[in-house]
């Protein structure tokens, strides 16, 4: 259940027109939209009421929301996971959900309201070259981001990833298991790097354990193993498998050395050397958007 407006998150109305317009209330922000909205930006949910679908609802939060949560938002609504519903064991996010959008779909509707005067719309041109569709969990959308933000905007500028994509199983590997896809977690295709970040939601040593009934501890064991079997089976397909915990980026220092670790894989699998690459992310300058923007990113996001 959505909860109630308040004066610090009042409900956000659009109406057609001034004359529309609620009058001045702290609970309610009305906003006068009398630009043409492409597609199908509402969603009807009684006669009388419609609200904003995700694409509107993107731009919408661009008006009041920093870039870096703004990214974190957009990867939330083109993923398979999301923080809108609480999970029952405590306010975890809830996993394995549909997308309720895409990227190309945010892309198309900002696009074509490019010079509309319409709040929220700059920032949310801005935000859409970095989003990318199908991540499985905050963390990941938080390491994505990371190594896909060019280096101007904190991140490694390492290019577009594929997030948990769909990749055949070859023909002569195929008698070794009754999978036909694998599913790597953040691909660099030409290379062929997966990075593959493990979660330590459930693990014994953060204290969640025990709070778990036993069919959910058994399903917890059994992905895992599963996990494992996977990561094998893309190394042998010949995908160099690279595995990140949240260790490896919860400070600034920690991500830079693992900067440096994947720049040393990319070294070995392209046979080119990262030389400019290290000398543009290890200036003052670089150095401490990179640690901003990680900070930001972390910020009251779930581990």
């Not at 996993?95 to 895409?102: A, D, F, G, L």
């Not at 719309?121 to 994505?144: G, K, N, Q, W």
């Not at 195929?174 to 062929?192: G, K, S």
């Not at 980026?249 to 050397?273: N, V």
Request: charged letters at 25%; glycine letters at 6%; hydrophobic letters at 40%.
């Amino acid at each position: 259940m959505p909860s109630a407006p308040t004066k610090r998150n009042p409900l956000s109305v659009i109406v057609p027109c001034a004359a529309l317009r609620i009058p001045r209330h702290d609970e309610i922000d009305s906003q006068v939209v009398s630009s043409f909205l492409p597609g199908k930006p509402f969603i009807r949910i009684s006669p009388e009421i419609c609200i904003a679908g995700p694409e509107l609802l993107f731009i919408d939060a661009a008006a009041t929301t920093p870039f870096p949560k703004l990214l974190l938002f957009g990867m939330e609504l083109c993923g398979s996971y999301t923080l809108r519903q609480s999970h029952p064991a405590g306010g975890r996010p809830v996993y394995q959900v549909e997308p309720v959008t895409s990227m190309q779909k945010i892309a198309d509707f900002v696009g074509a309201l490019k010079g509309a005067r319409l709040r929220g719309i700059t920032r949310a041109s801005r935000a859409v070259p970095f989003l990318m569709d199908h991540a499985a969990s905050p963390m990941e959308s938080v390491l994505a981001l990371m190594l896909r933000l060019p280096i101007v905007r904190g991140g490694l500028g390492l290019g577009l990833p594929k997030l948990n994509a769909d990749v055949p199983i070859g023909e002569e590997y195929q008698r070794f298991t009754v999978a036909r896809h694998v599913y790597p977690d953040i691909f660099f295709e030409e290379l062929p790097l997966d990075i593959e970040y493990e979660s330590e939601e459930f693990h014994p040593e953060m204290g969640d354990w025990d709070a778990l009934d036993p069919a959910s501890r058994d399903a917890i064991l059994g992905k895992t193993k599963k996990d494992k079997q996977r990561m094998r089976l893309i190394q042998t397909m010949g995908i160099r498998v690279f595995q990140v915990t949240f260790d490896d980026f919860k400070t600034s220092a920690s991500f830079d050395f693992l900067a440096e670790q994947l720049l040393k894989q990319i070294e070995d699998l392209s046979g080119k050397s990262q030389r400019r690459k290290r000398a543009q992310l290890n200036s003052t300058k670089a150095i401490l958007k990179r640690s901003s923007m990680l900070a930001s990113l972390l910020e009251g996001s779930p581990t």
